[in-house]
């Protein structure tokens, strides 16, 4: 069965300096890998999503994500993080479930606090 | 394009009722899945409808059940509510398809008293 890790349950950084959130992932087949931002008490916005292609993927407000097939890993990043950006990350992965229609599911979530 | 619109988005029941939660998609998408999100955790894939059929469901027992429309809007009903049933329950649409992203409504906040 299909599931994702994110094993940094809580993350602080200082505003300006770079971030890296981690997630792994376990599933048979080829993934589809997503990244979701959550703001409190909000839903879950997309950031960005691979499937294909190159392996490192641009997304929204200045992320990426970079696929590493061999470590099964699909890690976030930003060069410069803005207060804006605490909030809750969540990596989540899509299988197919029969006819190939999808289900995604979420990993635990990376908690992310920015300090002046 | 509208979004995706939950009612109500907050609720009181109290242990052993009944709650219906309710889910307009965005335009367009023929796919509504649900999802069980606990304080400090990711969101639990609850089931997923598409035109009209469910198509696939997580480790939630029966009293869990839904329902989609033909405009593609969807209800998630709750029997016999239990205190862990606490949680926001988030409804996402989409195109269904491999790869397709979901588009995530704000919530509805369940409290079991």
């Known amino acids: 069965a299909q599931s994702v890790t994110q094993p940094d349950i809580h993350i602080t950084v200082s505003e300006g300096a770079s971030l890296e959130l981690r997630c792994n992932y376990s599933?048979?087949?080829?993934?589809?890998l997503f990244w979701y931002v959550q703001s409190p008490g909000q839903g879950l916005q997309l950031l960005l999503k691979y499937f294909s292609g190159d392996t490192l993927v641009q997304g929204i407000k200045g992320f990426e994500a970079e696929f590493k097939r061999s470590q099964s890993s699909f890690n976030l990043r930003k060069p410069s993080v803005h207060w804006s950006d605490a909030a809750e990350y969540f990596c989540a992965v899509g299988t197919d479930i029969a006819g190939g229609y999808q289900k995604v599911t979420f990993g635990t979530g990376t908690k992310l606090q920015v300090i002046p | 394009e509208t979004g995706v619109t939950q009612s109500p988005t907050h609720l009181i029941k109290t242990r052993g009722q009944q709650v219906t939660l309710r889910c307009s998609s965005q335009?367009?998408?023929?796919?509504v899945s649900w999802y069980q999100q606990a304080l400090g955790q990711g969101p639990q894939f609850i089931f997923q409808?598409?035109?009209?059929?469910?198509?696939g469901r997580g480790n939630f027992p029966p009293r869990f059940s839904g329902l989609q429309f033909p405009n593609y809007s969807s209800e998630l009903n709750v029997n016999a509510l239990e205190l862990d049933d606490s949680a926001l329950y988030l409804c996402a649409s989409s195109l269904g398809t491999l790869g397709s992203p979901l588009h995530f409504g704000n919530g509805t906040r369940l409290t079991v008293t």
């Open positions: 599933y048979g087949a080829t993934p589809y």
């Open positions: 409808y598409y035109r009209e059929e469910e198509n």
């Open positions: 335009s367009g998408h023929n796919t």
